[in-house]
């Protein structure tokens, strides 16, 4: 038996052997497989192009490649001798935004919203750039089959910005139909700079839960509003209280985030109107406090109108909800370890839980597995510095300006992901 040193260098060893296969020629092909995927984004679940091109840039692989999982998913299984399975996770779909980078290759794509409206279409989050660091790793890793054992199952998911597209892939079989994995790894792009790893145990992104809400009142003339019950005022005053549930029903040990995005009321500004519509928007850290925080909103809702006199309950419906995604503690230390002695400890660095939202952490516990999702740099280091030495930020993610640096976020991305997985592979 080889001590864990040696066993460690061994593994070391193979990882380096495993990424000789990230050649030039094959970096400079996944980085056009990317410029096609930024050109033409796709809205959540109507990723039918991109996944086509998954699909068609596995197919030269030696995996089995399966298309139309919860919509337009595609789930890819390299099989490699016995050993563990790990999954590998990549989201596929754009914004609503109108491209502002410049670059050669943006998009001026325009698709059909659901309700209807036709709109610019942005790669904006990135995940043009995970999809295509999801293909590098797999050709990587299908052509470096000396080095490891075990399997690999890559899930490439639609609707992520909506929420859905992980559920969607597992009401559609996944767990039935693929391997079940024993961790699922998965990362985001992020204006850092390239090549570095932000990590965190334990709660690492929020949970999300938006309502639509209409107030019911009585339309009348804005002169004589003794005739009239006005809604206005009544989401004006729900508004207010909303602020009181963070600040005081939340424990300062807890965190929480309350936002009214949308208040819409009205014609003019001397008629009363009938209704009122709110759109509210929730963040939580635990499971109680989610639960807490959703009821709080209810009961302030319900009584501002009650306490108005409302002839008619307000209408409150739960539109997209995303759990919190939990880090499980061991499984990172793990990841993190094999990163850290593969890139250099000053690559890794720890984040504090972050207030976005994602749904990579529902596959996981859908089979009870632990789920390890990081943020990768993916910004020139260069470019970085010198914005940030000039006193701005880079521009975030959603932004019409954002856009990771080609290189080095694309061979960055693909080294962290390879990295992460032969840490739970079976090293030969
Ligand atoms: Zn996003
Ligand atoms: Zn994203």
Redesign the pocket.
């Known amino acids: 038996m080889p001590n864990r040193t040696d066993a460690q260098t061994c593994k070391e060893t193979y990882m380096r052997h495993a990424l000789t296969h990230w050649t030039a020629e094959l970096a400079e092909e996944t980085a056009e497989f990317y410029r096609d995927l930024h050109r033409h984004p796709e809205l959540s679940f109507q990723e039918h192009r991109t996944a086509r091109q998954v699909a068609q840039a596995l197919k030269r692989l030696d995996c089995e490649v399966t298309t139309g999982i919860g919509g337009t998913g595609v789930v890819a299984v390299l099989r490699n001798g016995d050993g563990p399975v790990v999954m590998l996770r990549a989201d596929m779909d754009a914004l609503p935004v109108e491209e502002a980078t410049g670059l050669s290759y943006a998009s001026t794509d325009k698709a059909t919203e659901p309700a209807g409206n036709e709109v610019p279409v942005m790669h904006a989050?990135g995940h043009d750039m995970h999809t295509a660091c999801l293909v590098g790793t797999l050709t990587v890793l299908s052509q470096a089959r000396e080095s490891w054992a075990g399997t690999v199952v890559g899930v490439f998911q639609p609707a992520e910005?909506v929420t859905g597209g992980a559920a969607a892939m597992i009401a559609d079989g996944l767990f039935e139909r693929f391997p079940v994995p024993e961790v699922v790894l998965a990362q985001h792009v992020s204006p850092a700079p390239a090549g570095t790893v932000g990590h965190g145990s334990g709660p690492f992104m929020a949970a999300s839960d938006s309502a639509q809400v209409t107030l019911f009142g009585r339309g009348g003339h804005g002169a004589s509003p003794q005739y009239a019950l006005d809604p206005v005022l009544m989401a004006a005053s729900v508004v207010v209280r909303l602020q009181g549930i963070v600040a005081r029903e939340i424990s300062m040990h807890e965190q929480a985030v309350v936002t009214v995005g949308r208040l819409q009321a009205g014609t003019k500004d001397n008629v009363i109107p009938d209704t009122a519509e709110l759109g509210i928007n929730i963040r939580t850290y635990s499971a109680q406090i989610r639960q807490k925080v959703r009821a709080a909103v209810e009961r302030v809702i319900r009584a501002e109108a009650a306490a108005a006199g409302a002839e008619r309950e307000p209408a409150i419906e739960w539109t997209h909800g995303a759990p919190v995604l939990v880090n499980d503690p061991e499984a990172t230390a793990r990841t993190v370890k094999g990163l850290e002695e593969h890139l250099g400890v000053e690559r890794l660095t720890p984040l504090p839980p972050m207030p976005a939202s994602e749904d990579a952490g529902v596959f996981g516990e859908a089979v009870g597995a632990p789920t390890v999702y990081w943020m990768w740099g993916g910004s020139d280091p260069e470019e970085f510095s010198a914005t940030m030495a000039e006193g701005r930020m880079p521009p975030l993610?959603?932004r019409p300006d954002y856009a990771p640096a080609l290189e080095p976020a694309l061979s960055t991305g693909v080294e962290i992901m390879t990295v992460a997985a032969l840490t739970w592979l079976t090293a030969r």
């Open positions: 989050c910005e993610n959603h």
